[in-house]
């Protein structure tokens, strides 16, 4: 069940995609052999995506934190908990210091020199987007202890296998 869940978070974040240039995101419809169709979440009109204009899917967006890299689907998961699933009541108008204040409760280490407001602004504006079309299942499921203690045993097996061939 777990894997599952994990599997509809990737495919759901894989399919979501920002299109530069054009507004909100874009649910992937289907694949060609120089383009995509896209879904606006914003108004459900399909439009055709060419390979040259710049496409990134959310489940490859990351944001710089002190510590290393977050991950999209943590930070939607950080807002949601912090708004109970429902939208964030912000104005467009909103101040730096307003929308740094927020994230900070959000996701408390990130990186305040390399992270701008335009960032955090369009982070909110992405999650109203896709709670108001329904998509609020962000939490990534750990992976289940098994495949862990498998990997591990994987990994010793060959670090033995190589001190034995020294």
Partial sequence: ??????KKLEI???DMLS???????????SKGKNMFIV?????????????????VSLGDITMFTNGGD????????SIKQKENGEE??????????????????????FDRERVYPSDIKKVMSWYNLLV?????????EPAPADENENSERKENKEEDKIKEEE
Avoid: W
């Fill in 1 to 6: 069940m777990q894997c599952a869940n994990k």
């Fill in 132 to 140: 108001k079309s329904g998509f609020t299942d962000f939490e990534e």
């Fill in 88 to 109: 964030i009541p912000f104005s467009h108008s909103i101040t730096s210091d307003e929308l740094r204040a927020y994230f900070a409760q959000i996701l408390p280490d």
């Fill in 19 to 29: 299109v530069s240039g054009k507004p909100g995101l874009f649910k992937l419809i």
């Fill in 70 to 77: 977050a991950r999209l689907s943590q930070i939607l998961q």
């Fill in 39 to 55: 879904e606006s979440l914003i108004d459900g009109m399909r439009i055709p995506v060419y390979s040259r204009d710049k496409v």
């Fill in 12 to 14: 759901m974040l894989k």
